[in-house]
């Protein structure tokens, strides 16, 4: 199934998203420095299910106008009220992938009369320690400018290669990097906001039902997983096996999931 693309003015300027189905609207907020092409492969299943998907780029990835200065996760969350403005949608669901667990958390907080419900699909409660170790490697991002030889693209498709063991979809590796190189030269604004974002805290603030989601191949599923301990009035899901391009390679089963706890 083809969603509808749209436009609509932001905070930062002009904000791409799209829209699928009929239905329950449930808002998509991508990992980074990827876009929400990392849905693709779930408009048709989640319609399927009886959910209107709507996805979001973040302002700088995708289509979507960027800021110059690195914005941080709260200024991330406008985004969300602004599409749901445009397409006339005055509450909705919100599920988003990593760094969009935590724009999703914010816009929760910011909004609460915009959100039903939220789902964090691998949120991101960094200790201290894991913020530090993380912080260079997404510091990282900072050196994805173009070079003469080509080289860039080659260090980026190494990086993502080797984040992840065990992956089997080269098709999500290259979109993926492709999306990233495109994000230059500020790419690496959003990881920037990622490290710096107590989710931790953030998510304990959450009013309303929330699913932690991940699956225990994620390179993160431990950190995820520990969401549930630090909230364990929320509900649970976790899936077998995958990395975190989960949503690419299974993505009816991603959906199943999705669906099950939004049709209770």
């Known amino acids: 199934m083809t969603p509808t693309r749209a436009y609509t003015d932001g905070k930062y300027g002009q904000v791409h998203y799209a829209i699928c189905g009929e239905g329950n609207p449930l808002v998509l907020m991508h990992q980074s420095p990827t876009h929400m092409i990392q849905f693709q492969n779930v408009w048709g299943p989640l319609s399927d299910r009886g959910i209107q998907a709507i996805g979001i780029d973040l302002p700088g990835y995708g289509c979507s106008d960027g800021p110059n200065e690195v914005p941080s996760m709260e200024d991330y969350a406008d985004v969300v009220p602004t599409v749901l403005d445009a397409l006339g949608i005055d509450k909705a669901d919100i599920l988003g992938h990593h760094t969009g667990s935590m724009v999703a958390t914010e816009v929760a907080l910011q909004f609460p009369d915009r959100i039903n419900r939220i789902i964090l699909n691998g949120p991101c409660p960094f200790s201290d320690d894991e913020r530090e170790f993380f912080r260079p490697i997404m510091a990282n991002e900072k050196n994805y400018g173009p070079r003469e030889d080509g080289s860039h693209l080659t260090e980026q498709w190494n990086s993502r290669i080797g984040a992840q063991p065990g992956w089997t979809d ?95």
């Open 170 to 264: 080269l098709d999500a590796i290259h979109r993926n990097v492709v999306a990233g190189a495109a994000a230059w030269p500020n790419a690496w604004f959003a990881h920037d906001a990622v490290i710096n974002y107590d989710h931790a805290e953030a998510m304990k603030k959450i009013t309303q039902p929330c699913l932690i989601m991940s699956n225990n191949g994620d390179t993160i599923h431990a950190i995820a997983a520990r969401a549930k301990e630090i909230c364990p009035h929320f509900d649970y899901s976790e899936q077998e096996g995958g990395t975190f391009d989960f949503i690419d390679e299974q993505p009816v089963v991603w959906a199943d999931a999705v669906a099950e706890w939004l049709n209770r």
